[in-house]
């Protein structure tokens, strides 16, 4: 009976990190993690502790704790974990093993924030998820450059980001979607590791590449029983923060199966302007998909909630927030049906958080985020000649370290 019940012991893994920004890159590693074993346990730092070692956080740490809480792997999280993994705090939380992804994560002086868990024995890697990090969006919207969304006057001339912030406010843009959809312009990103020609493999960011095994992996799988109150919304989801996470907790408090629309990137850029979305279509799919609220997503929804689209998801309830609703290209309103049906509401769900919020903190404090940037990718040069060091004196040669290049 005993070893019955010894087989059936639950492994419980600790992951534990910034989590800042959080994005799909983030959700796909505890994803991971949470595929190593039966319960997963996520530390998340303080502001005060990445202040000291990373650099100034986008998202305050409870907005942080939020985030993390609700990805739909995550079991438990931990607030104010210490920004070096110890046995002490495995042991504490009974977690059988660390895991974090293949990229490096030193502390302000440049100590690897794993190597106590690792000398243990007690670290597993997953492999992060290429094309997107919290520093490759803080140089997004720095920039505000994406090549389906380039600028009309200005392509290829800008000399400085100042000039280009004052274009962008100024809302000149053009439309074009091109065979550079999904990836993040190059130029005027040299200092802010943002570019595949970053010397750090780890701030540099490279291509997203979408695939439908990834969607599947996101997927919940579901589809709503007859006796399911289906809840739709709509929107761009950009940038996804607590703000759309009290949005869609709000709704999905509605009904029982949380359907949510996401607009393409064109559409987007018709009714915000600028050089919005920040993140293509297929990065917000993930985004969303990662929410434990949501339980399937429309790719490319129509702007318009049309009857055909509330027939074929049996839609009972619509949801939209307390912020104005653009028209339509053609200037109608794009919840006109259902408000006619009778099953439209408005949801106030206690927060004001706007997409447009957080690029404005991030232009507040460019110079901060530049320096973090730069201070970041600088110590994981230092730890990558170590390692490359390391491995031609066991090897003979660099091959197969991360970021060497022959």
């Known amino acids: 009976m005993s070893e019955n019940k010894e087989d059936k012991k639950q492994i419980r893994v600790w992951c534990d990190g910034c989590y800042d920004m959080v994005h799909f890159g983030h959700a796909n590693s505890l994803r991971q993690a949470k595929a190593l074993g039966d319960v997963l346990i996520v530390g998340v730092h303080t502001d005060e502790e990445i202040s000291k070692h990373k650099g100034p956080p986008v998202f305050t740490q409870e907005e942080r704790y939020k985030m993390v809480r609700a990805i739909k792997w995550v079991d438990q999280v931990v607030e104010g974990a210490p920004y070096v993994t110890t046995l002490e705090t495995l042991d504490k939380y009974q977690c059988d093993f660390c895991v974090h992804g293949d990229d490096i994560t030193v502390t302000a002086d440049g100590i690897d924030t794993y190597h106590l868990v690792k000398e243990a024995g007690r670290y597993k890697e997953v492999m992060r998820t290429a094309g997107v990090s919290t520093t490759d969006l803080v140089g997004r919207m720095l920039l505000l450059t994406r090549e389906h969304f380039k600028l009309l006057h200005e392509r290829g001339k800008c000399e400085t980001k100042k000039k280009l912030l004052s274009i962008i406010s100024n809302g000149t843009t053009l439309n074009k979607r091109g065979d550079k959809e999904y990836t993040v312009a190059l130029e005027h990103s040299s200092n802010l590791g943002t570019d595949s020609t970053a010397r750090s493999p780890y701030t540099g960011c490279s291509q997203f590449l979408p695939t439908t095994q990834k969607i599947i992996q996101f997927s919940s799988g579901l589809s709503p ?4 109150r289906v809840v739709y919304v709509a929107g761009a989801f950009d940038l996804f923060h607590v703000g759309h996470l009290d949005f869609l907790e709000a709704a999905h408090a509605q009904g029982d199966f949380l359907i949510v629309g996401l607009h393409t990137d064109l559409e987007v850029n018709r009714y915000k302007g600028s050089n919005y979305p920040i993140m293509n279509l297929h990065e917000r799919v993930l985004s969303v998909l990662a929410c434990k609220y949501v339980h399937e997503v429309v790719i490319g929804a ?5 009857a055909d689209l509330m027939e074929h998801f049996k839609v009972q309830v619509v949801c939209h927030g307390v912020t104005p609703i653009p028209r339509d290209a053609d200037g109608s309103d794009p919840y006109q049906v259902p408000k006619q049906r009778g099953c439209f509401k408005a949801l106030n769900s ?27 990718e600088q110590k994981e040069r230092i730890v ?8 031609i004196k066991q090897n003979g040669n660099c091959e197969g370290v991360k970021g060497y290049a022959a």
């Open 350 to 376: 206690g927060n004001t958080m706007t997409t447009e919020d957080i690029v404005q903190r991030i232009i507040r404090h460019r110079l901060e985020f530049e320096e973090r940037n730069t201070r970041k």
């Open 225 to 228: 029983k007859p006796s399911d």
């Open 384 to 391: 990558l000649k170590a390692l490359q060091k390391e491995h």
């Open 302 to 306: 129509p702007y318009s909630v049309t």
